[in-house]
Structure formats: C-alpha cells, structure tokens
C-alpha cells in the first residue's frame, strides 16, 4: 500500500514529547496540562486555552537515576517519565494531572515535585483519589476531586475557562476526533484490511500526544486518504488479534505484530483507542461536567476496579471485541512490575480459556520494545499454533 498520508509527520510527533504542535500551541500562549491515565478525564483538561498531552518518555536510554531514587522494581514506564522529567523535557508543562490510583506513578509525581524537576515558574500539579467502583455517591465524589484538584486551580493559576459552555465546547472538539477514530475502527474489520497495525498506533498515539485542536486537521486529511485507499492484492495476514493490557506507547510492538504477520484488529490498553476513543454523549438534563465524569467512570476498563462488575465487564467485552472483530485470538500485554496488570492478566487469561475456545497468550514486556527477540519468538509461535487450529479445522480435524 502507498504510504498513509503524514504518517511521516506524526512519526517525526513521536520522537518527543514537547513536539512541534506542542510547542506551537504553547507559543500562542495555551496552557499545556500532562496526564498519564485514563481516570484522568482528557476532555476536561482541553477546556478553554488548556490543552492535554499524554506524557511519554520516546527514546528512552539508561534509567539508572530514577532506579537511584525509586528502585529497578518499578515499571518502565514511571521510571521513564522520572527519568525524561530529570532530564529537563517536561518543562513546557505547566500543570500535572494525577490520580492516586497507581502509586508508582504517584512517586513519579511526588519526586519531580520534591526535586523541583519541572523548570516552569507556574508549574504545579493536582492528585485526585478516584473512586473503587461506579456509583453515584463515586460520580459524586470524583466530579468533586477533579473539580477541586484539576479544574479550579487552573482556572486560580492561569484564567481557564471552565465553565460548563467551555466543557461542552471541549467535548464537542472531543468528540469530532473520536468519530475519526470510529470510523477508523470499521475500516480494521475488513477481512483485508487498508490500515495496517502500526499505522492505527502510531495515530492513536499522536491523537494523545499532541493538542487536539492542533492534530485534528492532519487527522481528517488522514481519514480521507484511508477512505480511498486500496488495501494490497495479497491478504498478508495470518491471524486477526485483539491487544489488552497496561500503557503502551511504543509503536514498536505494533511493528513486531506486523513482522510476524498477525493483525490487530482492535485495542484495549493505555494509549489504545479503547476505551479512550468513543463519543461522549451529553444531554442538556444535568452539568457536562458530571456527565464526563459518569461517562469515564462507566467505561474504564483498568484492572484497579476490582468490583465484580467491572471485572466481569472486562472479560465479556474482550469476547464481544473478539467476536465483533473477528478475531482469532486474544494477547494480554503487561508491563514489567505492573501490580495491576500482573493480577489481571492471570485472572482474566483463566476466565477465556474456560468461557470461551479463543486462544489466549499472555506477554510480560519493557517500556522500551525496540529490538525484542523474546517477544517476537512469543507472537510467532502464537500465530503459528493459530494457523495450525485454521488448517486443522478446514481439514476436519478436531
């Protein structure tokens, strides 16, 4: 296939975190608000003259100072961000967005607090404690963090906007890229389809990493060109898969699936499309501000809920997704160290085993991918036995 239109401008996006839209966004005077977890309502954070980014550590080396002041038994990815923060390449933040839910990622926060990382005179940054579980009084109590911890000091510190014109605005910017993302999504049913994994990565990642205002106009011109894109004669692909697990922003793994041939067919993780990429639907009955919070609550799907409900609601939506998409297998991906994902990944690989007769593999992983032999030795004999069970099934062999 003929290369994805700017796909090269958004890989050269990736390479840092204070990118070129960042940077312009900033030098327009916007106030760029970093966040690294779903709880963290994104919408809300791109109210007025504010604008979320995704924090990310691309191009990650030695990680021997964060591992001095927390320990190597913390996941790469915190360690990472400590590391890039140190190193002085979150200055352009002017507020972090935090939740307690992971408390290695509070000790992230805390230091760079302590240490004064951040060179910004205006820099500061809010911790909410998120609720356990989906209830009113929970939606309750969120909406009332998240107001007293995000929005009022951004609006205290830097005159935003937050009134609930200003949260439908946002939702309404929001939701306008989200409904390039659903479209998308169809388009990765095909049986042969014109988007390739590493494609769908690399712009879900720059959908996070950059100014929603400032990439959506790049993202429309993409959607168009997919549009009237051909997929190439051959069908290359030899096993369609759905990809769950922890925060993964290294488009790497995405190239690792290509090279052995399987296609991801949908995603559940950090930085993934699911559940970060829906519509928000509002009505005028009640505040936008509570219906965001409902609306993030419901649809998380991080293992930090551990409500039966929602574990549940985990394990039936991977097999609706698989289902849907036509899978042919389901990878939980975890990331080294990741308490959550560690109990998740156990507890659900179990249940579709015994629910379901999907194949499922489970693959533990670094921060930094690039260069994985093990992982690509894991996903090829993966898709091989798939293959074999195709083969073996057209034969009537059970």
Same mark, same amino acid.
């Given at each position: 296939m003929r290369d994805l239109k700017h796909i090269h401008f958004y890989e050269e996006l990736l390479e840092e975190a204070n990118n070129s839209l960042v940077r312009k966004a900033k030098d327009e005077g916007n106030v760029a608000v970093g966040y690294t977890c779903y709880y963290i309502p994104e919408v809300l954070l791109n109210v007025d003259r504010a604008f979320s980014v995704r924090l990310r550590a691309p191009r990650t080396g030695s990680l021997d100072i964060s591992q001095y002041y927390m320990s190597s038994f913390i996941c790469g990815y915190s360690r990472a961000l400590f590391e890039?923060?140190? *190193?002085? =390449?979150?200055?352009?933040?002017?507020?972090w967005c935090a939740s307690e839910t992971c408390q290695q990622m509070n000790r992230v926060v805390e230091n760079v607090d302590e240490l004064k990382l951040i060179k910004n005179d205006k820099f500061a940054h809010g911790i909410i404690d998120a609720p356990l579980k989906v209830? *009113?009084? =929970?939606v309750k109590h969120y909406v009332t963090q998240i107001t007293h911890e995000f929005l009022e000091p951004l609006q205290e510190r830097f005159g935003i906007d937050i009134s609930d014109t200003a949260i439908r605005a946002a939702v309404k910017e929001h939701n306008e890229m989200c409904a390039i993302f659903e479209e998308i999504s169809v388009l990765r049913k095909e049986s042969n389809p014109r988007i390739t994994p590493r494609e769908m990565?690399?712009?879900?990642l720059v959908s996070y990493a950059c100014p929603t205002a400032k990439i959506l106009p790049y993202l429309k011109e993409t959607l168009e060109d997919l549009r009237t894109r051909e997929a190439d004669e051959k069908n290359k692909w030899r096993a369609r898969l759905v990809v769950v697990g922890s925060e993964l922003d290294d488009y790497a793994f995405s190239e690792i699936m290509e090279a052995c041939r399987a296609y991801v067919v949908t995603d559940r993780y950090c930085f993934g499309t699911i559940p970060g990429r829906q519509q928000i639907p509002l009505t005028d009955t009640e505040p936008a501000l509570e219906q965001v919070c409902r609306f993030y609550l419901d649809t998380n799907m991080c293992p930090r809920f551990m409500s039966q409900d929602k574990v549940m609601q985990r394990h039936e939506e991977l097999l609706r997704y698989a289902k849907e998409f036509k899978a042919d297998g389901i990878v939980y991906e975890q990331a080294k160290f990741c308490d959550f994902w560690g109990y998740e990944k156990l507890i659900g690989t179990a249940y579709l085993k015994d629910k379901s007769d999907i194949p499922v593999m489970s693959v533990d992983r670094e921060?930094?991918?690039?260069?994985?032999?093990?992982?690509?030795?894991?996903?090829?004999?993966?898709?091989?036995?798939?293959?074999?069970?195709?083969?073996?099934?057209?034969?009537g062999v059970r």
């Open positions: 890039r923060a140190f *190193e002085g =390449g979150y200055n352009f933040l002017d507020y209830s *009113e009084h =929970g990565h690399i712009l879900s921060y930094v991918i690039s260069g994985s032999g093990q992982l690509m030795t894991r996903v090829q004999a993966f898709v091989e036995s798939i293959s074999l069970k195709k083969r073996q099934k057209e034969r």
